[in-house]
């Protein structure tokens, strides 16, 4: 039972989540080396909704404790959008990374800088026996009005950590795992974790 699911189809998302939880000294297993192939509904009115909807889910369908995060950009200048609609923040169907950050930018036209963001994270474990936990995660920055950076995904090429004058997507794994929104969730999550397997 000492193994822990990555309740995502994200490949970007898993492989900060690997990344962020190898030290854990628990088995990492993702949906594809268990052949799961469940897509949930992300209709939640909070990031909690939305991470425990998928924990649950996973959970109940994998009979292994899961983990599962929803996260949100948050840009004062537009009244906390996109929030909990940051995957799907453009008119474009079935948008990708890119429509989304076009998207947003266009929105802040004619708005005045700095355009003040941050990411918001929270993650939910679930274990098949109905027990939930949750943790939170905060990354403040900004919005800036061109791409910088090949690292990361979503949002990462046009949010600015002020105090290292970088993106998200300029920053090393290693800096991102310390500084992200997912960063400070699990590491605020690992505590929990670690309770959860010694209980076991």
């Not at 900004?142 to 950590?161: A, H, N, S, V």
Request: charged share 25%; proline share 5%; hydrophobic share 40%.
């Amino acid at each position: 039972m000492n193994k822990l699911l990555i309740a995502t189809n994200n490949k970007g998302k898993i492989k900060e989540l690997q990344d962020l939880l190898q030290d854990t000294g628990v088995e990492l297993v993702t949906p594809a080396q268990i052949h799961l192939d469940l897509d949930v509904t992300e209709d939640g009115s909070t990031y909690a909704e939305n991470a425990t909807k998928k924990a649950v889910a996973f959970a109940k369908a994998s009979g292994l404790i899961s983990l599962a995060d929803d996260s949100g950009l948050e840009v004062d200048a537009l009244d906390g959008a996109p929030g909990l609609y940051s995957a799907r923040y453009s008119p474009k169907l079935n948008p990708n990374d890119k429509d989304r950050r076009v998207h947003l930018l266009q929105n802040l036209q004619g708005k005045s800088r700095p355009w003040k963001a941050r990411f918001h994270a929270t993650i939910a474990i679930a274990i098949p026996t109905g027990e939930l936990h949750l943790a939170e995660g905060f990354c403040e920055g900004e919005i800036i009005p061109e791409e910088r950076g090949t690292g990361g995904f979503g949002y990462d090429p046009i949010f600015m950590l002020p105090e290292l004058g970088k993106t998200m997507a300029e920053l090393s794994m290693e800096e991102k795992n310390r500084l992200s929104h997912r960063a400070r969730a699990v590491m605020n999550s690992k505590p929990i974790l670690d309770q959860i397997y010694k209980s076991i």
